[in-house]
């Protein structure tokens, strides 16, 4: 057989955080997080990069990789990124299939179902690791992490990388998408089930959920409902970050429960 090995997941193990992410050696010395990543990322370009591909020009490919941490949880547009690099188009898509191949980014495609809605067509990218994502961005402790304008954007990603990694583990095909209509309608991750259902998922960096939080999945909930043929199975999860642990998941929203993000894997969100 051959397996795909993730970082550890928040199931797997209780230090995995967005701050320092999933890998084992991070996690086992959080003090030397920054040496650590800056040895993972010289030995991941000079080995695994020129394995794979003819890259020449290694610290081009490093900036890259910075750039690219900026865009995290954005849809990806692939001329914004040439353009401050002076590559082209199809050459910054070589280099993501480099990171994708490797395991270093999350590519997450837009849900293909036609729901009557003019639908955004282009994926959204993510830095795979949450601690990795950090260490690009410069953030090294919990009070930068906090003050960052990439908070949010971070948490979703962290979010995703969970998701993965449980279906990833669990022997699963990987199956992840996010829905954003032309009219504004959003929702962070659409993860597909057993029998035609789905889940849609929310993920928001705050201490405390409001009912105005969970509108977005109810809209598209609503519209998966009012498609033809059989109804389908829609859950709706509220993701976020309680000051403490929550004992218990808990109705924020008619048919949405709100999550703590450390019980992400224990709910079996990716079933």
């Not at 051959?2 to 955080?17: D, F, H, N, T, Y």
């Not at 000079?46 to 290694?58: F, G, K, M, P, Y």
């Not at 960052?148 to 995703?160: D, K, T, W």
Request: proline content about 6%; glycine content about 8%.
């Amino acid at each position: 057989a051959i397996l795909q090995l993730m970082p550890m997941s928040v199931r797997e193990a209780a230090k995995v955080g967005l701050l320092r992410g999933g890998f084992p050696e991070v996690l086992a010395r959080p003090g030397t997080a920054p040496m650590w990543f800056s040895s993972y990322l010289q030995t991941y370009l000079e080995r695994d990069v020129r394995s794979i591909s003819a890259v020449q020009d290694l610290a081009a490919f490093r900036r890259f990789l910075s750039l690219l941490a900026t865009r995290h949880g954005q849809v990806l547009n692939k001329s914004d990124l040439a353009a401050p690099l002076g590559m082209s188009v199809p050459g910054v898509g070589r280099w993501l299939d480099i990171l994708e191949a490797t395991g270093q980014i999350l590519i997450v495609p837009p849900w293909f179902e036609n729901l009557g809605k003019r639908l955004i067509k282009s994926p959204k990218v993510y830095v795979a690791d949450s601690g990795l994502a950090c260490h690009l961005l410069g953030i090294e402790t919990a009070a930068e992490l906090e003050k960052s304008p990439f908070l949010g954007s971070l948490f979703e990603g962290f979010i995703a990388s969970e998701i993965v990694k449980t279906q990833v583990n669990a022997g699963r095909r990987r199956q992840l998408f996010y829905f954003r209509d032309q009219q504004g309608l959003e929702v962070d991750f659409v993860v597909p089930g057993t029998g035609g259902a789905v889940r849609l998922i929310e993920a928001k960096a705050t201490h405390t959920v409001t009912p105005d939080m969970a509108a977005p999945m109810r809209r598209l909930a609503e519209a998966f409902r009012k498609r033809p043929g059989p109804r389908r199975a829609v859950q709706m999860s509220l993701v976020y970050r309680p000051s403490r642990w929550a004992d218990d998941t808990r109705a924020v929203a008619p048919g949405v429960q709100a999550l703590s993000w450390q019980r992400i894997g224990i709910a079996g969100l990716a079933r």
